[in-house]
């Protein structure tokens, strides 16, 4: 099994555990934020748990699937943290298609709420490119 493919097992992994953060008792707030930060709603619960499952099936297929799911996954979350440094809402759950921009803000609780996609995005799409060209050499 290639680095890849355990990666996006990894992946997996994690995004699962992001779609169960609302279901955890103690993760969210009164307010509904979780760990106090950002809300998730059922729509965003159903995008981790299918890209979980676009992880999984990657990581199963073998090391070009996983490549794939690495470089356009990567692409695809990263770009949706850095709209939300931008703007305060991502595209992937067509936040800035529905709520007006609240301007570039460098803030702490805006940082925090955007890492993790920034973080996943950008881990991924290193994994698919960086990582993969050093295994392979």
């Known amino acids: 099994m290639s680095l890849l493919c355990r990666i996006c097992f990894f992946y997996t992994a994690a ?3 992001a779609a169960s953060i609302n279901y955890i008792p103690g993760l969210t707030d009164e307010d509904g934020l979780a760990f106090g930060i950002f809300a998730l709603d059922p729509f965003d619960d159903a995008l981790h748990v299918v890209s979980a499952l676009w992880a999984l ?3 199963i297929i073998g090391h070009r699937a996983a490549k794939i799911f690495l470089i356009i996954f990567g692409a695809l979350y ?3 943290g850095i709209f939300g440094i931008f703007t305060a809402y991502g595209f992937l759950d067509f936040g800035i298609v529905t709520n007006p921009s609240q301007g ?3 803030s702490v609780p805006r940082i925090l709420a955007n890492l ?3 973080a996943l995005g950008g881990f991924a799409l290193f994994a698919g490119t960086v990582l993969d060209r ?3 050499a």
Do not use: E, N
């Open 116 to 118: 993790p996609h920034i």
């Open 134 to 136: 050093g295994a392979r």
């Open 15 to 17: 995004l699962l555990a």
């Open 104 to 106: 570039f803000s460098l």
């Open 78 to 80: 990263l770009a949706d």
């Open 57 to 59: 099936a990657a990581g």
